[in-house]
């Protein structure tokens, strides 16, 4: 059945741009689509001053030249970020937030942080200071099944945290659990959460039953169906704390497809055209604009874009993008495991 539907052009409010001949390929993929995003910093070496989010950021507009496309920067707190990055990022207007990897919990997270307690004083500054914190909920502890790292993490880290700083604005990255979400819902004020469109598709089944898939292993790693039933009814709910971040992180196939594989999933082609087929079967269509063009902007303060896409549902299947030629290394976009019947269209207008 077709149908078309009009929104306020989107927003991705988790991305992975990479740099290089990588940063050139795929992020043409989210301008089309999004006005703005917000850029994670887990480049090796990680962004971790003011200066070289600057840097990236001129890199990542030179690869999207041609766009209507507005990066927004994070810096990648470690344990010796000084309080003058902190200030200094705080009053730049390139700059969204600080990313709270803890080390070793994924890809290029080995600069990050080992105990919250020794940048409680950087944290302090951020509340004050009104500057967001982006955090990777998982604990890193071969004791904690990688299943519950999650929920050990709410437990153990972001409670005390919240408790100790409730001044301290902080959006749980990509949930993935039931516990993430009613934690996130049951809160009153501070906090956010961002939800892909792949935690929203895939359980823990699509990567292990009947074959090991890399292309659908990523970090936190998707859980089993009621935790994918409780983010798609948090998603589709209208509840302003639960907005849209890809998390959109591409690899080589080289570096996907071996031994100790990466986690990350590349969804930025087909992000859009997968959150309207899920709203589409919820028959929640009339919320999908406020989990992708509403609720982020509004809790990062910023103000809505004004030019607006049509998502059309064609009667016949979208052909999936093809995988990328990265300098002879292919890039395997999402294969989301129900076919995609709509499509993307601009309209008319432009953000500034
Ligand atoms: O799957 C993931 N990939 N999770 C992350 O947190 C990082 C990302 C990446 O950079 O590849
Ligand atoms: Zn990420």
Redesign the pocket.
């Known amino acids: 059945m077709a149908g078309q539907l009009s929104i306020i052009r989107p927003d991705d409010w988790h991305l992975?741009l990479r740099d290089g001949v990588m940063l050139k390929a795929v992020a043409p993929a989210s301008a089309m689509h999004f006005a703005r995003a917000m850029i994670?910093p887990?480049l090796v070496p990680p962004i971790t001053d003011v200066e070289s989010a600057h840097q990236y950021r001129a890199r990542i507009l030179e690869a999207t030249k041609g766009h209507d496309f507005n990066p927004y920067m994070t810096l990648y707190l470690t344990e010796d970020m000084s309080p003058g990055t902190i200030r200094a990022a705080a009053k730049d207007a390139h700059l969204l937030a600080v990313k709270l990897?803890p080390a070793g919990?994924?890809?290029?997270?080995a600069s990050g942080v080992r105990d919250i307690a020794r940048v409680m004083p950087i944290l302090e500054l951020m509340a004050e200071l009104g500057l967001p914190l982006a955090i990777?909920g998982e604990v890193v502890d071969d004791a904690v099944d990688i299943f519950d790292r999650e929920k050990v993490f709410i437990e153990t880290q972001l409670e005390p945290l919240r408790r100790a700083l409730p001044d301290l604005r902080v959006v749980l990255?990509?949930i993935t659990t039931k516990d993430a979400v009613d934690y996130v819902g049951a809160s009153d004020k501070n906090l956010g959460a961002t939800i892909t469109a792949h935690h929203l598709l895939i359980t823990r089944n699509h990567i292990l039953a009947g074959g090991i898939r890399p292309h659908y292993?990523?970090?936190?790693v998707a859980k089993r169906e009621t935790h994918r039933q409780a983010l798609v009814a948090a998603a589709t709910s209208g509840n302003p704390r639960y907005f849209f971040g890809s998390?959109s992180?591409?690899?080589s196939d080289t570096a996907k497809l071996a031994p100790c594989g990466?986690?990350?999933?590349f969804t930025a082609p087909v992000a859009m055209a997968c959150l309207a087929e899920i709203f589409d079967s919820e028959n929640a269509l009339d919320r999908l604009e406020g989990f992708t063009s509403i609720h982020g902007a509004e809790f990062y303060g910023l103000p809505l874009n004004e030019s607006r896409i049509t998502l059309r549902r064609n009667d016949a299947q979208a052909s999936l993008p093809l995988p990328l030629d990265i300098g002879g290394e292919r890039v395997v976009a999402f294969d989301p495991t129900r076919p995609l019947y709509w499509s993307v269209e601009h309209e008319h207008g432009h953000d500034g």
Do not use: K, Q
């Open positions: 992975h994670m887990n990897y919990a994924t890809t290029n997270s990777h990255e990509h292993y990523c970090l936190p998390d992180a591409p690899h990466c986690a990350g999933i």
